[in-house]
T-cell receptor
Framework: SQQGEEDPQALSIQEGENATMNCSYK?????LQWYRQNSGRGLVHLIL?????REKHSGRLRVTLDTSKKSSSLLITASRAADTASYFC????????????FGQGTILTVHP | EAEVAQSPRYKITEKSQAVAFWCDPI?????LYWYRQILGQGPELLVQ????????DSQLPKDRFSAERLKGVDSTLKIQPAELGDSAMYLC???????????????FGPGTRLTVL
C-alpha cells in the first residue's frame, strides 16, 4: 500500500526555472526521504529529513517538512534538462529495520 | 563506487513459467530489500531481509513468490508460476545501518524488467 500522495503527478518546465513537488502522508514518521528515478533505472537517494527538522538543503535541492500538516515539499532550483526524471517521496514510520513506504511519484520534464 | 548488482536486466517469459532474479548488495550492507514497481507507480516492498532472516514479507504473495538470502549476502527472488499481472520492474536495494532512525538511506540496483506473455 502507498502511504504518500504526491502532486503534481506530472510537471513540465523550462531549463532555469524552479520545480516544486509536494508529498503528503498519513501516519507519523521518523524521517522522510526523496529519491530520483531516471527512466527504466533504479532509484537514487537525494536527501533525508528527520521528523524534528523543518528544512534541509543539498546543492540545488531544498526540502521542507511540516509534520503538523503531514506534508513535505522538494524544490529544485535552476533546473537543468538532466533533472528530467521521476521523483518519489518515501516515509520511514519508525518500524523495525527502516522500512520505507513510497509515494506514487512526480514525473518532471525539463525542456532545454 | 560500490553498487547493488542485479541480473538479469530484462526477462521475458510466458505465464505459468518459473523466473528467478538475483541481487548482490553493497558489501557490508546487512539489510536487503526486494521491491516491485508497476509502471507509473512507486516501488512496493515485497520482502526485507536482515542478514539471512526475513523481517518483513507481509506484501509477498507467498503462494507463488519466494525469496532467500542463504549466507546473508546475495539474494534470489523467485516466481513460480508467473502470471500476466506479475509484469513489472523488480528492484533490489540495500542499506548499511538498519532501523537506525534518521539514517536508513537505501541504495538501489538497476532493476529487472519482467514481461509475462
Amino acid at each position: 500500500s502507498q502511504q504518500g500522495e504526491e502532486d503534481p503527478q506530472a510537471l513540465s518546465i523550462q531549463e532555469g526555472e524552479n520545480a516544486t513537488m509536494n508529498c503528503s502522508y498519513k501516519t507519523s514518521i521518523n524521517n522522510l526521504q526523496w529519491y530520483r528515478q531516471n527512466s527504466g533505472r533504479g532509484l537514487v537517494h537525494l536527501i533525508l529529513i528527520r521528523s524534528n527538522e523543518r528544512e534541509k538543503h543539498s546543492g540545488r535541492l531544498r526540502v521542507t517538512l511540516d509534520t503538523s500538516k503531514k506534508s513535505s515539499s522538494l524544490l529544485i532550483t535552476a533546473s537543468r534538462a538532466a533533472d528530467t526524471a521521476s521523483y518519489f517521496c518515501a516515509t520511514d514510520r519508525g518500524t523495525s529495520y527502516g522500512k520505507l513506504t513510497f509515494g506514487q511519484g512526480t514525473i518532471l520534464t525539463v525542456h532545454p | 563506487e560500490a553498487e547493488v548488482a542485479q541480473s538479469p536486466r530484462y526477462k521475458i517469459t510466458e505465464k505459468s513459467q518459473a523466473v528467478a532474479f538475483w541481487c548482490d548488495p553493497i558489501s557490508g550492507h546487512a539489510t536487503l530489500y526486494w521491491y516491485r514497481q508497476i509502471l507509473g507507480q512507486g516501488p512496493e516492498l515485497l520482502v526485507q531481509f536482515q542478514d539471512e532472516s526475513v523481517v518483513d514479507d507481509s506484501q509477498l504473495p507467498k503462494d507463488r513468490f519466494s525469496a532467500e538470502r542463504l549466507k546473508g549476502v546475495d539474494s534470489t527472488l523467485k516466481i513460480q508460476p508467473a502470471e500476466l499481472g506479475d509484469s513489472a520492474m523488480y528492484l533490489c536495494a540495500s542499506s548499511f545501518l538498519p532501523g537506525l532512525a534518521g539514517y536508513n538511506e537505501q541504495f538501489f540496483g538497476p532493476g529487472t524488467r519482467l514481461t509475462v506473455l
